[in-house]
């Protein structure tokens, strides 16, 4: 990693490589709303389907994805798979950035704080 102005380090090749991937799971307005569904807290896989309108093998394959990417996490009760995101970093990404858009589609941008102000 090499220093530039303002004390950040360049990441790696692989790293950005990783984020780029991530970004672009995201990119989807489904899986999307799954991560701003578990960002509310854990569900499984039925229940995710229903808030989100989804079919079950769809939202399954989506997850399944999520999980892959290291975005959800999962564990067994019984006979169901309830997801998670672990990861607080996650959250607030996810919901920084629906928040955010949401403010600038209702005309109110200055109701929510701007994401240089959250960000280092």
Same mark, same amino acid.
């Given at each position: 990693m090499? /220093?530039?102005d303002g004390g950040f380090e360049d990441p790696s090749? /692989?790293?950005?490589?990783?984020?780029a991937a991530a970004f672009g799971l995201l990119a989807s307005a489904s899986r999307l709303h799954l991560m701003w569904a578990l960002s509310q807290g854990e569900s499984d896989v039925t229940h995710l389907a229903d808030r989100v309108g989804g079919a079950l093998p769809a939202v399954s394959q989506h997850l399944a994805k999520l999980k892959l990417a290291g975005l959800v996490r999962s564990r067994r009760e019984g006979r169901r798979q309830v997801?998670?995101?672990?990861?607080p970093d996650v959250v607030t990404?996810?919901?920084v950035m629906v928040v955010q858009l949401t403010a600038r589609s209702q005309q109110t941008p200055t109701a929510v704080p701007r994401l240089r102000g959250i960000v280092g």
């Open positions: 090499t /220093e530039i090749a /692989e790293v950005l490589a990783a984020a997801y998670y995101i672990e990861d990404l996810v919901r």
